[in-house]
């Protein structure tokens, strides 16, 4: 080959290039981003618009509706998600995975520029924005002290938010449980009534009052004087001199009517560590940050910041994603060096020679570095997924070497010197070398190409691969022949130390093994019925064994992180929450396992993170831990509370059931009967349902007949209800450089009870003989009726949906979905009403349907391969026999190691194809060789199976003991990843073996096919 002959011919030369190529990629590598998993951009748009005060069906009605039919209409929309709550509407938009995600926000706000008009007077505009997946905290910090929350969020606010946002690539900072300071306005409802003053009076006086606005200019002409009115409040008392209004000629002060608390917001999140009082602080990174860079500049920061803290106070590190990263990079760099280790000491047990051995393994390391040029032009990341490729593809970069130099070695041993050996033994093996590398990259091009997030997920771990193998070959025809004319040494080969003494007893094992494996062949040839109908036996018999695999989206795995989370009943205060918050906090720390605890709880649910001891620490599996809490939890009363562990790519719980319809009435009825199927199905747990009653509501029904004769509005009373019971913002108080919000509301002791809302008067259009407004009692114009409203209501393509969602333990999503659609067909579904699959289910289904595509696609270009290779249609399909040869060894081996069908073994499948067609290429290669020369058929298969055995064997022995490390699932979160090792070690060891013998039988009915000699009869006759 001419690439070969200038290397061997121009050592020099071909060694620069490869420096070259080993120091472009170690300056990639150094410049590569490092993060858990691969950047995956989703067209996705949210908008959020705020109804204040609204309940959720009027939000539902007014807004949410309205907006689900404008973006309706814009392209590429796959389907719209509203989630409906007291005063918030808010909607996803999902577009197709082909639209580009900044045209996609760019036309859902074109088409809601107008939205506005129609939506309610007291509607906030929609806020759109881009959903990015990696807008999620990196990393979460505790502040704790023996101070109030109120100062502990002031430490928070004033100093340490503050310098974090400083460090370069941080977005955002946000708090939890943090209490701002507020100046708080308390009506007295008596004095107002007594006053007849009126709330929009009180609210307008405050918001004309402490005001600062420029008045112009004056000039003299000489010179310019800025006029400025100066209104606002200096002192909190002030406030209490502004007047409201007048009456009988007499001015009305706020002191007349209120009193001034100088107070702090109301409490709406409680956050602990371990049991202490704490604020929470989410760290947020910058788009397209290195997550492990910016964790790490934080850490510095906070270290700085500790020594300017009071004393006692402490600042704790209680979530950090770059520990995820840091362990599950540093365990694939282990599984790639160890492997790449095994590898090269297959290769020495084969050639027993240092230098031979050398020789093929630089290959992996020129290879995996040469692949970070590429990872690094393409924009990859140094992700679990990139560097997954490259441990998996450990065995397959040194393949290629494998092969060339045990046929330089084979040539040597015909008596040729070192250069003639090199350039013949690759010139004769470099068709079928260049044939597999392409079939491989033929398999990982489409896994690259995938559609969908799963796609996404898989680009860089295919384009690597590819990338890798092509290095590979590259090496395998210019470094290895030419280190093989220089150095190798046949006289050193033929030894006389004792490994080289233990390394020929090994070889003549091995030879008696090949001898024998001749006669076998040669047997088997003759009886071709029975060899076909035990190959064909074998593979029916191993899909008779898919249904024991189960399926599931994403392998569990070992991740050191529990979460237990609990939706409380309607109707508890935040206080109430916090106690309950306690409870579970207890009970999670009382077991050994557990390191530490980090709960946030609010009015509506808990979020508990329990960080547990390293897998290795301790006696059993964060599965075992998971049962037990659950155990304990059973127990409880008050909230619906599960259990689970931190998973890869998904969120929320794996069994996700949508029911779909008109009437919210009709679907609780169904979901309730839903809700009891999977209830019943034996491994599902936690059941639970997002239809909330939500909290009792006391509504104030208008007599619209009775208001219009005394002047009074809707609206009016929505307004005076809102202030007085919640409280209005009305201004801003600065102190400093700092703001602080002025809110008007009623007196704490006069809104305690429902028997409150009597003592509240509205102003009508009556007035008295003086000309006062006559103020009315608010139970002359409402009825009280007592309700329950839902507290959240939930749409899926303009339609409202209820979602009953379950864990599983002890059965795989796959054997949830085949018990569920056998028992949901007896629930009865009236017309207009459906099954909508979402979740884990929708993922995994759409994870399979691109795996087809791509293992369809993987066949036939490996099938294009072989054809142009062998320039034959009828060849190609005898090598890729070994394809469903592979499947046998697959199903046993993920059978055997406990594994189920994922979408990471899947992908080990797909992998297969291109790694199996490289014995069967070697192989059928050799034979038409040895045909072209003149020798019969069944002989020349038979040569060309005993002299390819060796390297055969070499290749399938170094990939097999390359996943090796992979396989076993060691280190933190390698479970999800070791399926795919799984799959790819048992098709490997079941295809070896069946290609051959199977191989070369099926050779021979195609090669009669090709000359015109085939009959049915004569497939099953001696040849």
């Known amino acids: 080959m001419k690439l070969t002959e200038i290397s061997i011919k121009r050592p020099v030369f071909a060694t620069v290039i490869i420096l070259a190529l080993v120091v472009v990629g170690l300056v990639s590598y150094m410049s590569l981003a490092v993060d858990q998993y691969p950047s995956v951009e989703l067209p996705v748009v949210a908008v959020i618009v705020q109804y204040p005060g609204a309940a959720p069906e009027q939000v539902e009605s007014k807004v949410t509706q309205k907006i689900e039919e404008a973006v309706s209409e814009v392209a590429g929309v796959e389907?719209?998600?509203?989630?409906?709550?007291?005063?918030?509407?808010?909607?996803?938009?999902?577009?197709?995975?082909?639209?580009?995600?900044?045209a996609a926000a760019q036309n859902v706000r074109d088409k809601l520029g107008g939205v506005q008009a129609i939506l309610p007077d007291d509607a906030k505009a929609p806020i759109i924005s881009r959903f990015d997946p990696t807008d999620i905290p990196i990393m979460s910090i505790a502040i704790t002290g023996d101070v109030t929350r109120r100062e502990l969020t002031v430490l928070a606010e004033d100093i340490i938010t503050k310098r974090l946002k400083a460090v370069n690539g941080v977005a955002s900072v946000d708090v939890k449980g943090g209490l701002d300071r507020e100046i708080q306005i308390q009506l007295d409802s008596n004095q107002m009534s007594a006053y007849s003053l009126t709330i929009s009076e009180v609210l307008n006086s405050l918001r004309n009052e402490n005001i600062d606005s420029p008045g112009g200019k004056i000039s003299d002409g000489q010179r310019k004087t800025d006029l400025r009115a100066v209104g606002s409040i200096k002192d909190t008392s002030q406030f209490l001199d502004i007047a409201v209004g007048q009456r009988g000629g007499v001015p009305l002060y706020v002191k007349n009517i209120a009193t001034i608390e100088d107070t702090t917001e109301e409490l709406a999140t409680v956050?602990?560590?371990n049991d202490m009082p704490a604020l929470g602080l989410d760290v947020m990174k910058q788009s397209g940050s290195n997550t492990v860079q910016v964790v790490d500049n934080v850490k510095k920061q906070l270290e700085s910041i500790k020594k300017e803290l009071p004393p006692g106070i402490d600042l704790v590190v209680v979530r950090d994603n770059?520990?995820?990263i840091k362990e599950s990079v540093q365990d694939v760099e282990f599984n790639l060096v160890v492997g790449g280790i095994l590898a090269v000491a297959i290769v020495f047990l084969f050639l027993g020679n240092w230098r031979s051995t050398i020789i093929s393994g630089i290959a992996i390391p020129v290879s995996v570095i040469a692949s970070f040029m590429v990872m690094k032009a393409l924009n990859f990341t140094l992700n679990t997924m990139s560097l997954l490729a490259l441990s998996l593809a450990?065995?397959?970069?040194?393949?290629?070497?494998i092969v060339v130099i045990e046929n330089i070695v084979r040539h040597l041993e015909m008596g040729k010197d070192k250069v003639t050996a090199a350039l013949d033994g690759t010139a004769e093996i470099g068709l079928a070398v260049m044939a597999t590398t392409f079939t491989l990259?033929?398999?990982?091009?489409?896994?690259?190409?995938?559609?969908?997030?799963?796609?996404?997920?898989?680009k860089e771990f295919g384009i690597t691969v590819a990338a890798s193998v092509l290095v590979s070959l590259f090496v395998a025809f210019t470094l290895t022949p030419m280190l093989s004319a220089?150095?190798?040494?046949?006289?050193?080969?033929?030894?006389?130390?004792?490994?080289?003494?233990?390394?020929?007893?090994?070889?003549?094992?091995?030879?008696?093994?090949?001898?024998?494996y001749g006669q076998f062949l040669r047997l088997t040839l003759r009886q071709r019925r029975k060899v076909i109908l035990v190959a064909a036996a074998l593979f029916l018999g191993s899909l008779m064994l898919l249904p024991l695999l189960g399926s599931t989206f994403i392998p569990d795995a070992d991740n050191e992180e529990i979460t237990v989370s609990a939706v409380v009943d309607p109707g508890m205060s935040v206080n109430a929450v916090g106690d309950?918050?306690?409870?579970?906090?207890?009970?999670?720390?009382?077991?050994?396992?557990?390191?530490?605890?980090?709960?946030?709880?609010?009015?509506?649910d808990i979020t508990i993170l329990a960080e547990l001891t390293p897998k290795g620490q301790r006696d059993r599996s964060d599965e075992a831990i998971i049962k037990e809490l659950r155990q304990k939890f059973s127990v409880m009363t008050g909230a619906e509370i599960s259990v689970s562990k931190k998973a890869a790519m998904t969120n929320g719980k794996p069994v996700s059931l949508v029911v779909q319809g008109t009437s919210l009435e009709t679907l609780a009825e169904i979901a309730e009967q839903v809700e009891q199927v999977v209830a019943s199905i034996p491994g599902a747990v936690e059941v639970s349902s997002s239809y909330e009653a939500g909290n009792p509501d006391a509504q104030l029904v208008v007599k619209h007949d009775r208001a219009a004769d005394l002047g009074i509005s809707t609206a009016s009373i929505a307004d005076t209800l809102q202030t007085m019971f919640n409280g209005k913002v009305v201004t801003q108080y600065k102190e400093g450089e700092d703001s602080y919000d002025v809110r008007v509301i009623l007196d704490p002791d006069k809104r305690r009870s429902l028997a409150d809302v009597k003592d509240v008067y509205l102003s009508g259009s009556a007035q008295d003989k003086s000309g006062q407004v006559v103020m009315v009692p608010l139970d002359q114009v409402t009825d009280t009726v007592y309700a329950t409203s839902p507290a959240q209501i939930k749409r899926y393509d303009n339609q409202q949906q209820i979602t009953i969602s379950a864990n599983l333990s002890g059965i795989t999503l796959g054997e949830f979905n085949t018990a569920f659609q056998k028992k949901v067909a007896d629930v009865a579904m009236p017309e207009g009403y459906q099954f909508v699959t979402t979740g884990q289910t929708k993922s995994m289904n759409d994870a399979f349907s691109s795996m087809v595509v791509a293992l369809t696609m993987a066949v036939l270009f490996i099938f294009f391969v072989l054809a142009a290779q062998f320039e034959s249609y009828l060849d190609p399909f005898a090598i890729m026999l070994a394809l469903p040869l592979a499947i046998i060894g697959a199903i046993i081996g993920l059978l055997v190691m406990g594994s189920e069908l994922s979408v990471m073994s899947l992908i080990g499948i797909i992998m297969l194809m291109g790694l199996v067609t490289?014995?069967?290429?070697?192989?059928?290669?050799?034979?038409?060789?040895?045909l072209a020369q003149g020798v019969e058929r069944n002989q020349a298969l038979v040569e060309a199976a005993t002299k390819r055995m060796r390297p055969i064997i070499m290749t399938t022995a170094a990939m097999i003991v390359g996943m090796i490390p992979l396989a076993l699932g060691i280190g933190p979160g390698a479970e999800a990843r070791a399926p795919m090792a799984h799959a790819i070690i048992g098709g490997l060891v079941t295809s070896t073996i069946l290609t051959l013998v199977v191989v070369p039988v099926v050779y021979t009915l195609f090669d009669d096919i090709k000359n015109g000699k085939f009959t049915v009869r004569r497939v099953f006759k001696r040849v």
């Open 918 to 930: 490289k014995n069967a290429i070697l192989l059928v290669d050799f034979a038409k060789q040895r």
């Open 441 to 458: 990259v033929a398999v990982f091009v489409p896994v690259g190409m995938m559609s969908g997030t799963v796609g996404q997920f898989f």
């Open 486 to 516: 220089k150095y190798l040494d046949y006289a050193e080969i033929k030894g006389n130390s004792k490994l080289a003494r233990a390394w020929f007893t090994w070889n003549a094992k091995f030879d008696e093994l090949t001898a024998k």
């Open 580 to 604: 309950m918050a306690d409870s579970m906090v207890q009970i999670i720390r009382g077991l050994p396992e557990v390191r530490l605890t980090y709960s946030v709880a609010n009015s509506k």
């Open 271 to 273: 956050t602990k560590l």
């Open 79 to 102: 389907h719209v998600t509203s989630t409906v709550s007291e005063g918030v509407s808010t909607t996803v938009i999902q577009f197709t995975m082909e639209t580009n995600a900044d």
């Open 322 to 324: 770059s520990k995820t």
């Open 394 to 401: 450990v065995g397959l970069l040194i393949d290629d070497a």
